[in-house]
């Protein structure tokens, strides 16, 4: 039985991993330092222990701890941990920016949940409403390693398929690989642009708009552009559609906004991510 030291067990992602480890065949440690972590996981039946204790004889060790914090947890765990152990991490921004502790003989893993994707066939209604994964909903992952063997890899996404099951597929990337699928395409530019997509939708019930209406026609006017954007669907946008569309781009979108993607903009966000403050 591998031994997990989960650090973070009762924070808001540790709760997720723990829940699902738990119920596994891993023998977990948790270590959470604050009272209200302490307590979520006194609701599971379980006890936080000392760091030390948890990293004894530890076979993988996961940091679940904000971006903002790995520098000095990592610099505080690694030392203590055994050659030929693990260190996990749940997100590449840290590992890309260069600011997680490392030793020799101690591999980096990181892995990050793809979540569920938008268009699905789920038999429970729990699972619809599953919009991270790792409860009920079947999800993609992608992992990366550095500094570890084949079989390294393959027994700590043995280890990332139990944290964040039910998985449908891995997929193996390489940090740089990670850090542009997240923060720069799903974070940069996603989920910027879907902040802008509610926007759009207040603005127009600021004008005048009945909220329920507004909500109504921004749903399903999300639903068909993506499906026709990614191939879901055969249809085409009309031509009018066509046509506003680049109207939109022209007083919306920086000409030169692909530049996000280069490497020396992406180390930039993920040091921005580390870092905390404003951008």
């Known amino acids: 039985m591998a031994k997990v030291a989960l650090f973070g067990a009762g924070g808001k992602m540790g709760c997720r991993l723990t829940d699902n480890l738990m119920r596994s065949e891993y023998a977990l440690a948790c270590v959470e330092p604050s009272e209200a972590g302490r307590r979520n996981l006194a609701d599971r039946g379980l006890e936080a222990v000392a760091p030390d204790a948890a990293l004894q004889d530890a076979d993988f060790v996961i940091l679940a701890v904000p971006d903002v914090a790995l520098e000095r947890v990592s610099a505080e765990v690694v030392p203590g941990m055994r050659r030929g152990s693990v260190l996990v991490t749940l997100d590449p921004a840290a590992a890309h920016a260069g600011v997680i502790a490392r030793r020799e003989g101690v591999p980096l893993f990181v892995t990050h949940p793809c979540h569920p994707p938008l268009w699905r066939e789920e038999n429970d209604p729990e699972a619809l409403r599953d919009f991270f994964g790792g409860i009920k909903a079947s999800q993609p992952i992608v992992c990366a390693i550095e500094g ?3 079989e390294d890899y393959a027994s700590a996404e ?7 099951a039910p998985v449908s597929r ?3 990337v390489t940090v740089e690989q990670m850090a542009i699928l997240e923060p720069a395409m799903a974070e940069t530019v996603t989920a910027c642009c879907c902040t802008i997509i509610r926007e759009a939708m207040d603005e127009a019930i600021r004008r005048g708009v009945p909220e329920a209406a507004a909500r109504d026609f921004m ?22 559609a066509k046509r506003i569309i680049e109207y939109g781009r022209k007083r919306l979108i920086q000409p030169d906004w692909k530049a996000l993607f280069e490497p020396e903009s992406v180390l930039d966000q993920v040091r921005t991510i580390v870092r905390g403050g404003t951008p």
């Open 148 to 150: 570890g063997s084949d």
């Open 170 to 172: 891995s997929h193996r």
């Open 219 to 240: 749903m399903g006017h999300v639903s068909i552009p993506l499906a026709i954007v990614f191939g879901e669907i055969g249809s085409p946008f009309s031509d009018g």
């Open 158 to 164: 043995r280890l990332a398929r139990t944290m964040y």
